[in-house]
């Protein structure tokens, strides 16, 4: 495997940022996760959309133009014979001497882009099982719409969700409303046929997949609404899913050892998984 780091592209197995970068000493960074189908980057611009959004949030400088980056995602894809599968790229403030504040006015920002194949068989079988999940209370900072590197929250509620055989952690906020997955958006399915998902403006990040999937169910013709949703209304839903780059749209069959529905995975989100990859650009 081939990496991109900071201008050159370099064996996997080599590749290295310093050991003053800001990204290790304060996860002073943002990164994109996106989904490669045939060959074709998934959502592209909104992605990049989202990551210059991210940058200007933490005053981050763009390491290079768009059209630049756009150029090295698809070298390191090609370097990587992606065609199936994602590549990950990580901004970070840079490399300066450990200090809170800023580095000083120039410091060029950090740039890595890896790309990895998956096996859509994995993917598959995801699907026609259903996922585990638990609940966990939100213990994150109040900047969760910004897609930032410092994930240590999520990655303990997913280790938890693992040592409780599940395999995401379900976010709920101090009012018993859901939030979202530690890497991923929820939905649910109301008795009435509706999708029900948390308004974007709301404490959760704006998942790009979240996004395509509401163009997906107004093109199938279903009713979405974008409102929060409490565990309880979770838990009798007919169908619950979630959504992200990686998993485009799993079925969640039992959350906190609570069979959803009938314990098996929904047919609704099954249509929406289907027609996804038509709707998405
Ligand atoms: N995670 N919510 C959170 C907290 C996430 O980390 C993600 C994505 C999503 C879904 O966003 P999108 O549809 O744009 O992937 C929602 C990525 C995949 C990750 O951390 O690996």
Redesign the pocket.
Known sequence: RIAYVNGRYVPHSNAMVHVEDRGYQFADGVYE?CEIRHGLIVDLTRHLNRLDRSLSELRIAWPMSRAALTQVIRETLRRNHVRNGLFYLQVTRGVARRDHVFPAEGTPPSIVVTAKSTDPSVIAKKNATGIKAITVPDNRWDR?DIKSVG?LS?ALARQQAKEAGAQEAIYIDADGMVK??????VWIVDSDGKLLTRPAENG??R????TTLIDVAAKLGLEIVERKFSVSEMMAAREVFI????SICFPVVSIDGQAIANGHPGSLSQNIREAFFDVAE
């Open positions: 996760v969760v994930l999520n979202e997955g530690a890497a991923t958006n959760i990040l998942g790009i997949t979240r959504t992200a780059a990686t």
